[in-house]
């Protein structure tokens, strides 16, 4: 293969190193506190990797590179298009915050390494090889923990990424142990490698049912389903809001993409192995996740909570992928579970987007009682709250509800009914809580002084918008659903 079309593969990554190195050299030059130069400078270079990825996608500009350790394809692009819209977005909605919560206290590292997170995701996107999934996981984490540690003066921030960081390094470990194991079970590292020895039977069956094991154990700590949630709400809880916004977010694309690639596509000769366990994952996460939610007073511990209910559905999709070898039945299932993914970071974007907006110097707008009588003080932002709460809910008709009901179809079509009424139930219990949130947004009155502040413009348009575009997805679902669809089709064939 010529290097020329090696390095047009791998176009968007040089390029974000090149323009995070661009932006982290020219915030030092800048002396205002708002750092305008900076943002402007981060939003154009998102503005540039989505031509460039949009440009790959349109002229097929598919393969591999370096031995098969990247993987350019349908999914890589739009996972990678979808990620540099949210981060795009969580600037947007984060900027004013970051600035008067002293995130930005000693420069605009606030963008920069929120760029270098990204480039971890990306490389865990077109990860097909085990060290490349290593790598992404590890830029990308050691850029979060630095993130949620930026406001040196609250130690509330500081314990959130000790916590994270000691849990990381845990997990980064666990995951090299399972690395380990199905290196020496099959002697590959390429995931393309490893599916064909698994697949022809020449795998030492012990080593790689273990080695699954670590390396299903270890990602599930990453998304934070339980057992291993335990991160997840003092994490969202003390990091600034701006920067909840990044963890919340793009990591569980990079995260979602490296398990399909990994566990779901390389690994699918052990499923009967690997499927009871996301199967026990999900239900776990499903119950607690959503039974806790319910007791939470932190308007960010519900969201946290209710995120790892919402991994739940991801894993149900992804465990419904493999029915007597049917590449249908894959790509359906796994299509539901990446459009599932994708409508929880845009609703999830959009409400922390909202805590970020209606926070006013000095108040942080983080309880749930804080959004009493929004409505009368905001009918724009309480609509925006209205469509993330139905959205996250699974209400019709926004895209929740779609992407609720494709999971719920893959199970029933693998014969998973029963797990499919657990899941419809525990649904109807997560509804609580977010209704609640409307219900005081709409129906209570506010108690003493005015919480919620307003932002710029700029930032309630664009609130405006997600929403909206959360309402057109629900009705109007199929294009999305069809893109999902195709690039889970892509992947299947990786490295062939």
């Given amino acids: ?17 090149i323009l995070a190195t661009v932006v982290l050299l020219a915030d030092a030059f800048v002396k205002s506190v708002q750092r305008r130069t900076t943002f402007a400078l981060t939003l154009a270079s998102l503005f540039l990797l989505t031509l460039v990825s949009l440009w790959q996608w349109s002229e097929g500009v598919h393969g591999s590179a370096f031995g098969g350790m990247y993987i350019a394809d349908s999914l890589s692009h739009l996972l990678k298009i979808a990620s540099y819209i949210a981060v795009a977005l969580i600037l947007v909605y984060g900027r004013d915050y970051a600035e008067e919560h002293e995130v930005m206290l000693t420069g605009g590292e606030f963008y920069s390494l929120t760029l270098l997170t990204l480039m971890g995701q990306m490389v865990m996107i077109s990860a097909g090889n085990m060290i490349t999934v290593y790598m992404g996981i590890e830029l990308m984490s050691c850029s979060l923990y630095a993130l949620i540690a930026l406001r040196r003066d609250s130690v509330v921030a500081t314990e959130a990424a000790m916590k994270y960081f000691v849990l990381g390094a845990l997990t980064s470990g666990i995951l090299l142990y399972g690395m380990s194991m199905i290196y020496g079970a099959t ?34 700590f990453k998304l934070g389903s339980v057992p291993f949630h335990m991160w997840v709400p003092d994490v969202y809880d003390g990091s600034p809001t701006s920067v909840t916004l990044v963890v919340s977010t793009t990591p569980y694309l990079a995260v979602f993409a490296a398990m399909v690639r990994l566990i779901n596509l390389s690994l699918h000769g052990v499923a009967l192995d690997w499927q009871p366990m996301l199967l026990l994952l999900a239900m776990l996460s499903l119950a607690v996740g959503n039974i806790v939610a319910i007791a939470q007073t932190s308007f960010k511990r519900m969201l946290a909570y209710s995120m790892i209910a919402h991994l739940g559905y991801v894993f149900l999709g992804l465990l419904s992928g493999v029915v007597e070898n049917r590449p249908p039945a894959l790509e359906q299932a796994y299509g539901a579970s990446l459009f ?122 664009l609130l405006s918008l997600n929403g909206l575009a959360l309402l057109v997805v629900g009705v109007v679902p199929g ?6 669809i195709q690039a889970i089709g892509s992947s299947v064939g990786f490295g062939s």
Avoid: W
Wanted: with cysteine.
């Fill in 187 to 220: 002697g590959e590292l390429g995931l393309h490698q490893i599916a064909q020895v698994v697949a022809g039977g020449g795998a030492g069956r012990l080593p790689l049912v273990f080695g699954t094991v670590f390396i299903v154990a270890a990602f599930a």
């Fill in 479 to 484: 294009g999305l659903m069809a893109l999902c």
């Fill in 340 to 461: 599932y993914l994708l409508i929880y970071v845009f609703s999830t974007s959009l409400t922390f987007g909202l805590i970020v907006v209606m926070t006013r110097r000095g108040i942080e707008c983080d309880q749930i009682t804080d959004l009493r009588g929004l409505n009368r003080r905001s009918p724009l932002l309480a609509g925006a709250l209205l469509a993330a709460m139905f959205s996250l809910a699974g209400i019709p008709p926004f895209a929740g509800f779609y992407a609720k009901l494709s999971v719920l179809q893959a199970l029933v079509g693998a014969d998973h009914v029963a797990v499919a009424v657990f899941a419809v139930m525990m649904s109807l219990i997560g509804a609580f809580y977010y209704l609640r949130v409307v219900k005081m947004a709409y129906f209570d009155e506010p108690e003493g002084e005015v919480v919620a502040g307003t932002a710029g413009t700029f930032a309630n348009r």
């Fill in 1 to 17: 293969m010529h290097s020329s079309f090696q390095l047009a593969l791998v176009a968007p990554e040089i390029l974000l190193l």
